[in-house]
């Protein structure tokens, strides 16, 4: 059974940092491109980042470039967002979902983690 949990989401104050965890089971994990999508109160889902098999390739809403990364640990079959510089904007519940920013859509999500950026 393919399962990803993620952790790591919290209250935090304009400007923080948070990282996101991503525990993937069930399947070969290094065999998928995986995304992080969010969803804000009240709109539809938004894909954040995705990052390739290996890591050697990342992919960047505009919206998160240059403040997210996202990496990889094929090892331990985890998925990362480090989250920089945060916005009361990046409010949402944020999962990890197995396939890339083109295939996200039709594959595995987690349950979810809350964001809430906020003074």
């Known amino acids: 059974e393919v399962q990803l949990v993620e952790s790591g989401g919290g209250l935090v104050v304009p400007g923080g940092s948070l990282r996101l965890s991503c525990a993937a089971s069930?399947?070969?994990?290094?065999?998928?491109?995986m995304s992080w999508v969010r969803q804000a109160p009240g709109k539809g889902s938004e894909w954040v980042s995705a990052?390739?098999?290996?890591?050697?390739?990342?992919y960047y809403a505009d919206s998160v470039k240059g403040r997210f990364t996202i990496s990889r640990d094929n090892a331990k079959n985890t998925l990362y967002l480090q989250m920089n510089s945060l916005k009361p904007e990046d409010t949402a519940v944020y999962f990890c979902?197995?396939?890339?920013?083109?295939?996200?859509?039709?594959?595995?999500w987690g349950q979810g983690t809350q964001v809430t950026v906020s003074s």
């Open positions: 069930g399947f070969t994990f290094g065999s998928y491109d």
């Open positions: 990052i390739s098999t290996g890591g050697r390739f990342t």
């Open positions: 979902a197995r396939g890339s920013r083109w295939s996200y859509a039709e594959g595995y």
